[in-house]
């Protein structure tokens, strides 16, 4: 089966700028979560899809947003880059059923200067 | 909202050796879920074990078990014989049993360097 794939490794971007990161889901999974995790600290919820909505969200402001595509990839877009968007962004993937697993992509490392 | 705790910011084990690695968590649900993952510098979470809170009989994978207190609001982490290949970031996550999805609340990770 085909793991959890990021795109693209890493990123540098200027701030105020926009990006978007890419993620393809394991193969049967229908949800898909994205976290932030900042340089030694552990990762942070930022929002998760199912069915192509936002199923949940943690506390990152509206320029954090994503979408949900019919093969179950996703993106994650951050408008208006800040210095401290600087983080490695982690795509994972589970079927909806509670309590599995989740799987994740190696991450994507994003430095905005 | 749930919070976890990692309270040893890095761990030392000598190869072949046992080592455990402590995490607690504030809830007020007393249905849930808490893994541990592994991060090693490929930079990928993977998933090491899982314990799901209904179950009182501790978790184990191969040399990973934990010890699940739920009294204590306690999930530590025991490696046996350890490896040179377990040096990694290890974190501990929470995840509600009410719903579905995939929100885990993670603590700040414990950094295990193995020793030759």
């Known amino acids: 089966e085909t793991g959890v794939t990021q795109s693209p490794t890493h990123l540098i971007k200027t701030r105020g700028q926009q990006v978007t990161l890419r993620c393809s889901s394991q193969s049967g999974h229908n949800t898909v979560s994205w976290y932030q995790q900042a340089l030694g600290q552990g990762p942070q919820f930022i929002f998760q899809?199912?069915?192509?909505?936002?199923?949940g969200r943690g506390n990152f402001p509206p320029r954090f947003s994503g979408l949900q595509f019919p093969n179950y990839s996703s993106e994650l877009n951050v408008n208006a880059l800040e210095l401290d968007d600087s983080a490695l962004y982690l795509c994972?993937?589970?079927?909806?059923?509670?309590?599995?697993?989740?799987?994740f992509g190696n991450g994507t490392r994003l430095t905005v200067t | 909202a749930q919070t976890v705790t990692q309270s040893q910011p890095e761990m030392s084990v000598q190869e072949a050796e046992t080592v455990t690695l402590s995490c607690t968590y504030d809830t007020s649900e007393s249905d849930y879920y808490l893994f541990w993952y592994k991060q090693p510098p490929s930079r990928q979470m993977i998933l090491v074990i899982r314990q799901e809170a209904y179950k009182q009989q501790n978790a184990t994978e191969n040399r990973f078990s934990v010890n699940f207190q739920k009294a204590a609001k306690s999930f530590s982490l025991k490696i046996s014989d350890s490896q040179l290949g377990d040096a990694a970031m290890y974190f501990c996550a929470y995840r509600s049993g009410w719903g579905a999805g995939n929100m885990l609340t993670f603590g700040g990770g414990t950094r295990l360097m193995v020793k030759p």
């Open positions: 994972a993937s589970s079927p909806w059923t509670g309590g599995s697993p989740l799987h």
């Open positions: 899809y199912y069915r192509e909505e936002e199923n």
